[in-house]
C-alpha cells in the first residue's frame, strides 16, 4: 500500500447531516483516529453540546474544562482549547461542554456570529500551508450537532470540505434536501469554496436488502461523491465510546475499525486527486 502523504495544507473537514443518530461523531472520531495511524496530524473540534466526540477521544468535558463554548462565544484562541487526546500522539481535541447549548442562542448577538469558528481555526498557528511548519495541523475535523442552526453554519463557513454520514436505513435521504439547500445558500452568500468531498454511508448491514437497496439509491444519487469504503453496521463500534476509546483502539483487527482505516485512507487519497 502507498504510504499517506500530508496534505500541503490544513484540511477542514466538516462532518455534517442534520438528522441525529447517523453516525457524524462515530465516523469524525474513527476517522480521525485512523488519518492519525497513518501519519497525520488531526484536530477535532466537537461542536456538539453533547460531548461525545469529547467523551470517545477520552477528553475531560465536564463544565468549566476550557472548550468550543468559550472559543466561539468569549473569543478565547483555539490553541487554549485544545488538548491532547490519549487515544494517539498525533490527535488533539477542543472539547465540548453542555454549556455549548447556549451558544446557539447566545451568538445570536454577536459580530459575525456565522464565521467565529473559521475566524478561531484560521488564527491558529498550526492551521494552514508550509508557512505553519512542521507542527502544522494536516486535518481539522469538525463534529456538527444535529441540527442546522448557528453552530452547524459555523462549521460550514469554517470548512472547505463537508463530509455526510448516511445511515444505510430506511429514509436514509429525507431532510437531505434540506441539507443539500443550506449548503448552496453557504456557498451562496458565506462561503464559496465549500463543496461535499464525501459522502459515507454507515451501519451498512449486508444481509439486510434495505441496506444495499440504500446504498444503490445513494449511489445512484451522488455518484462518486460516495465513498467506495462503506462502515458495517458492527457491536465493536458501539461499544468502544463506553471505554473512552475509538474502535480504531478498542478492537483494531474488527471490521468496523478495518472500515474506517480503509474509508480514512480513500479520503486522504481523494485529497491529493483532486
Ligand atoms: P450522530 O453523531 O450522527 O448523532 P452517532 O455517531 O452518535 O451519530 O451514532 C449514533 C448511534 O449509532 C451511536 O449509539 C453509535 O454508537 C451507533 N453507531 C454508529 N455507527 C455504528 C456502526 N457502524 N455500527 C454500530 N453502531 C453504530
Ligand atoms: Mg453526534
Not at 441525529?20 to 480521525?32: D, E, P, Q, R
Not at 466537537?46 to 468569549?74: C, E, F, I, K
Not at 463534529?143 to 442546522?148: E, F, G
Not at 455518484?223 to 483502539?249: C, F, H, K, N
Request: aromatic share 6%; charged share 20%; with cysteine.
Amino acid at each position: 500500500r502507498p504510504p499517506v502523504e500530508r496534505p500541503r495544507g490544513t484540511r477542514v473537514v466538516v462532518i455534517a447531516n442534520q438528522k441525529g443518530g447517523v453516525g457524524k461523531t462515530t465516523s469524525s472520531v474513527n476517522l480521525a483516529a485512523s488519518l492519525a495511524q497513518l501519519g497525520q496530524r488531526v484536530l477535532v473540534i466537537d461542536l456538539d453540546p453533547q460531548g461525545n466526540a469529547s467523551t470517545a477521544l477520552n477528553v475531560d468535558h465536564r463544565r468549566g474544562t476550557p472548550s468550543t463554548y468559550d472559543m466561539l462565544v468569549d473569543g478565547v484562541p483555539l490553541e487554549e482549547v485544545v488538548t491532547q487526546s490519549p487515544e494517539h500522539d498525533l490527535l488533539w481535541v477542543c472539547p465540548a461542554t453542555i454549556d455549548l447549548a447556549g451558544a446557539e442562542i447566545e451568538l445570536v448577538s454577536v459580530v459575525a456570529r456565522e464565521s467565529r469558528l473559521r475566524k478561531a481555526i484560521q488564527a491558529h498557528p498550526w492551521v494552514g500551508g508550509a508557512e505553519a511548519g512542521e507542527d502544522r495541523y494536516d486535518y481539522v475535523i469538525v463534529d456538527c450537532p444535529p441540527s442546522l442552526g448557528l453552530l452547524t453554519l459555523n462549521a460550514l463557513v469554517a470548512g472547505e470540505e463537508m463530509l455526510i454520514p448516511i445511515q444505510a436505513e430506511y429514509y436514509a435521504l429525507e431532510g437531505l434536501g434540506q441539507l443539500l439547500e443550506t449548503v448552496e445558500l453557504v456557498r451562496a452568500n458565506l462561503n464559496q469554496h465549500l463543496r461535499i468531498s464525501a459522502i459515507l454511508i454507515t451501519m451498512y448491514d449486508a444481509r439486510t436488502r434495505l441496506s444495499s437497496g440504500v446504498a444503490d439509491e445513494v449511489r445512484a444519487h451522488f455518484g462518486d461523491q460516495v465513498l467506495g469504503t462503506t462502515i458495517p453496521r458492527s457491536v465493536r463500534v458501539s461499544e468502544a465510546p463506553s471505554y473512552a476509546q475509538t474502535v480504531m483502539t478498542y478492537d483494531p483487527a474488527s471490521p468496523g475499525a478495518l472500515s474506517y482505516l480503509e474509508a480514512a485512507r480513500e479520503f486522504a487519497f481523494r485529497g491529493v486527486e483532486r
